[in-house]
């Protein structure tokens, strides 16, 4: 049976890789790095970094290109779908072709494997395809916790719930009953724009956890128009974004 350990690195900061993430990577006998196209260079070169600066042993690298999702697809969960069986594809030859039966297989996965990421999924998907999966998943640090640390602020208030969700989510069904915080992630298209800003606090950060880290916050009725244009500028220069925000109703 393979191992596959999928193993959190946070933002890709050496300094947010635990010892157990360490030790993990360096018993693997591959570890199999994705390159997401040309805008994302830099995500590859964080992991070639860690592979290369950081483990006391010589994995094999197998590096691959990444599929990209049709955007287009009428419906959104189809298209994931599509997407997700096309990973478990690759994943599928990678293992046949570069680890033994019996071998270590090891993915970094940025944050945590369980938070708003689909590795868990793909494996998932192979092991219902019959291939024989030892699954090992080592958490990391979150972005959400990463931007609750960088603005020092707890993420729930007293006895209050807290929702994750997503930018797609929150344009479409507004913001839901009984939550005085929702933490967003995987929005492209700022969808604070779709809410009425009244009494409305907002933390936003870009590249949290990274050296080009940014920060925004305050009402979002003030705030809502610097973070599009912070947004918007960033990713002309950089080629590429990963953001997420929390947002809070007044007491």
Same mark, same amino acid.
């Given at each position: 049976m393979t191992t596959l350990s999928? &193993?959190?690195?946070?933002?890709?900061?050496p300094d947010h890789l635990t010892r157990q993430a360490l030790k993990t990577l360096e018993a693997?006998? &591959?570890?199999?790095l994705p390159r997401k196209g040309d805008e994302k260079t830099e995500l590859a070169d964080l992991r070639r970094m860690i592979a290369a600066e950081l483990l006391t042993t010589e994995p094999k690298i197998v590096e691959f290109d990444y599929p990209v999702r049709d955007a287009d697809t009428p419906k959104y969960l189809d298209g994931v779908n599509t997407w997700h069986d096309a990973l478990a594809a690759i994943w599928q030859d990678l293992i046949a072709t570069h680890a033994p039966s019996d071998g270590h297989v090891a993915l970094m996965v940025w944050g945590d494997p369980s938070l708003y990421d689909s590795t868990l999924r793909i494996a998932d998907r192979l092991i219902a395809r019959g291939i024989p999966l030892s699954v090992n998943v080592v958490p990391g640090i979150t972005s959400l916790q990463m931007l609750t640390a960088a603005h020092a602020i707890p993420l729930n208030t007293l006895g209050d719930p807290v929702q994750i969700t997503t930018g797609r989510k929150l344009r479409e069904d507004g913001w839901p009953e009984g939550v005085s915080t929702l933490a967003v992630m995987l929005d492209g298209s700022c969808s604070f724009q779709h809410l009425d800003p009244e009494d409305l606090h907002i933390w936003w950060g870009g590249y949290v956890g990274m050296d080009q880290q940014i920060l925004i916050e305050g009402p979002l009725a003030e705030t809502s128009a610097k973070i599009i244009k912070a947004r918007a500028d960033a990713r002309a220069q950089i080629g590429w974004i990963m953001d997420i925000y929390l947002l809070r109703k007044a007491a």
């Open positions: 999928l &193993v959190g690195i946070g933002s890709g900061n693997a006998d &591959v570890i199999l």
